[in-house]
C-alpha cells in the first residue's frame, strides 16, 4: 500500500519523533508513506470564515497533488489532519469555497474533494487492521497502563472528521491493546488542553493540562499517549506533571521492534 503523506511543519522541527517512528513502522507493518513534494504550511488553525480561501489553498493544493498521484492523502499532526479534512469537506459541500480555490490555483484539473483523506491511526485500523498489528509485534508492552489522550482536533467537529464517536472514543485504545498493553479509561482524556491559548493565557493552559494529567494518573496511568504535538507540549510543559507522555509512533515502533535511539 502507497499513501500521499503530508507531514506538516512541526514533525520537520519539534515533533520530529512523530514522523520518524511513523516511517519506521510503516515499512515494518508493509506500507509505504510517500511524502509529497513541495507541500507548505497548512495554516494550523482552520479559518471558519468561508470568505477567506487562502489560508486554505496550501491544504488544498496537497490535496489535488494526492488526486493526481491516485492516493489516499496520511497526516500524522492532530492539527494538521483536522485543517486538511476540513478544507476537503469544505470543496466537497461548497461551491463558492470550491470555484474561489480552483480560480487561485489555476489547476490544470480543478479540485472537488475527490482525496480521501486519512490519519496514520485510521490507517492503522481501517486499512492494516489492529489484528494484524497484534501479529507483527515482536515486543508486546504487556503490563503497562497507558493512557490515551485524544484533545479536541481528532475528533471534532465529528460530522466532518469521522474518526471515532466524539464523546467516548475507542480507536487509541485499541491500539493501545493491539501493541499488548493496558488502556486506562478517565474523564479527561477527549477534553481541551488548552490549546493555542498558551500563547496568551499559560496559566489557563496550566489549568486545563492539569486537569487532564492528573485525572489519567489517578486512574492508575503510567503513561499518556497522544498524536497532537501542541497537546504534548501543554501536557508536558504546562501540567506540572512527571508522568511520561509519549507520540503513539513511539510505542508503535517500540512493539514492532523497531524503534532507534534518536
Known amino acids: 500500500m502507497k499513501f500521499s503523506y503530508f507531514p506538516g511543519c512541526t514533525l520537520k522541527t519539534k515533533a520530529k519523533d512523530l514522523d520518524f517512528y511513523a516511517r519506521a513502522s510503516a515499512e515494518a507493518l508493509g506500507f509505504t508513506l510517500e511524502e509529497l513534494p513541495e507541500w507548505q504550511c497548512c495554516g494550523a488553525v482552520y479559518p471558519m470564515s468561508h470568505e477567506e480561501i487562502a489560508p486554505k489553498l496550501s491544504s488544498v493544493r ?6 493526481d498521484l491516485g492516493q489516499d492523502l496520511v497526516t500524522l499532526c492532530s492539527a494538521c489532519h483536522n485543517v486538511i479534512k ?7 459541500t461548497s461551491p463558492m469555497d470550491r470555484d ?16 480521501t483523506v486519512l490519519h ?14 497484534k501479529e507483527k509485534v ?42 499488548g498493553a493496558e488502556p486506562v ?23 486545563r493540562s492539569s486537569i487532564i494529567m492528573k485525572d489519567a494518573e489517578s486512574h492508575g496511568a503510567e503513561t499518556v499517549v497522544t498524536a497532537c504535538p501542541l497537546c504534548m507540549y501543554n501536557l508536558r ?17 517500540e512493539a514492532l521492534g523497531v524503534k532507534e535511539a534518536r
Open 185 to 207: 479509561i478517565y474523564g479527561m482524556r477527549n477534553e481541551c488542553c488548552g490549546g493555542y491559548i498558551t500563547l496568551e493565557d499559560k496559566a489557563a493552559a496550566e489549568k
Open 86 to 92: 476540513q478544507t476537503n469537506y469544505e470543496m466537497q
Open 120 to 133: 496514520y491511526l485510521e490507517v492503522l485500523r481501517d486499512r492494516v487492521g489492529f489484528d494484524k498489528i
Open 62 to 67: 496537497a490535496l489535488a497533488n494526492a488526486r
Open 237 to 253: 510543559k504546562n501540567s506540572g506533571s512527571k508522568l511520561p507522555v509519549v507520540y503513539f509512533t513511539e510505542l508503535l515502533a
Open 138 to 179: 515482536v515486543n508486546p508492552l504487556t503490563g503497562r497502563k497507558i493512557a490515551a489522550y485524544y484533545g479536541c482536533l481528532l475528533l471534532r467537529p465529528s460530522s466532518v472528521m469521522k474518526m471515532d464517536d466524539p464523546e467516548n472514543p475507542s480507536i487509541l485504545e485499541d491500539f493501545i491493546r493491539a501493541i
Open 100 to 115: 474561489m480555490a480552483n480560480r487561485y490555483l489555476k489547476l490544470e484539473t480543478p479540485y472537488s474533494g475527490e482525496t
